[in-house]
């Protein structure tokens, strides 16, 4: 069985500051892994992925296979950062994803 | 081109009623798919389309729902006898064939039953 787990369901930080999304997932073989993100009133787009290495608006997330971790980063929060984050998991050879249960970011003045 | 599509935007239904949601996904993506997204449950996968053919269904709740994707395009996702449980948001996703690409997701369908 696959899980992704996002410990916060909230977080609320102030513009500058920086931004660490948690996300901890279970997969017995070499899982594929995303960050999704939904602003307000717009779709589900995909953020960045673990197979790319990008970063994107200034977001990174490191694979951490022993900590079995992908937290997303960012050094400086931004307003336009204000939005839903679900960290998102795909076995070997598998199309589907396995959402978490999703953090909402809020960045303040 | 334009993105994924879904109709109706919103559909309010009485409880016991069928239900018909629609998507269109990108032209050219093979590989089609419906999650949903509710308060309690998060985002959660319902079905997965390759071409016609549903190589996992593993996600619908209950046989319920049912799923079919015809001409390798277009995707109507069916709830018989509905039940309030069944409220949420419908999204659907289209990708290339591969494994692991990006997925585009449609606005959604909100579907209140009462």
């Known amino acids: 069985a696959q899980r992704v787990t996002q410990p916060e369901k909230l977080l609320s930080v102030f513009k500058g500051a920086p931004v660490e999304l948690k996300c901890n997932y279970s997969y017995s073989g070499s899982p594929e892994l995303f960050w999704y993100v939904q602003y307000s009133r717009q779709r589900l787009q995909l953020l960045l992925r673990?197979?790319s290495r990008e970063s994107i608006k200034g977001f990174t997330a490191d694979l951490n296979k022993g900590e079995t971790s992908f937290h997303l980063k960012k050094p400086f929060a931004q307003e336009e950062d204000s939005a839903m984050y679900y960290c998102?998991?795909?076995?070997?050879?598998?199309?589907?994803?396995?959402f978490g249960a999703g953090t909402t970011v809020t960045v303040r003045a | 081109g334009a993105g994924v599509s879904q109709s109706p935007s919103n559909k309010v239904t009485e409880k016991g009623k069928d239900v018909e949601l629609r998507c269109d996904p990108i032209s050219g993506h093979t590989a089609l798919y419906w999650y949903r997204q509710s308060l309690g449950q998060g985002l959660e996968f319902l079905i997965y389309?390759?071409?016609?053919?549903?190589?996992?269904k593993s996600g619908l709740p209950s046989d319920r729902f049912s799923a079919e994707r015809t001409g390798g395009s277009v995707s109507t996702l069916t709830i018989q006898r509905t039940q309030q449980e069944d409220s949420a948001v419908y999204l659907c996703?289209?990708?290339?064939?591969?494994?692991?690409?990006?997925?585009?997701f449609g606005p959604g369908t909100r579907l209140t039953v009462l």
């Open positions: 389309f390759q071409g016609n053919s549903a190589p996992d």
């Open positions: 996703a289209s990708s290339s064939g591969l494994p692991h690409n990006e997925q585009f």
């Open positions: 998102a998991l795909s076995g070997t050879n598998d199309y589907k994803l396995s």
């Open positions: 673990h197979i």
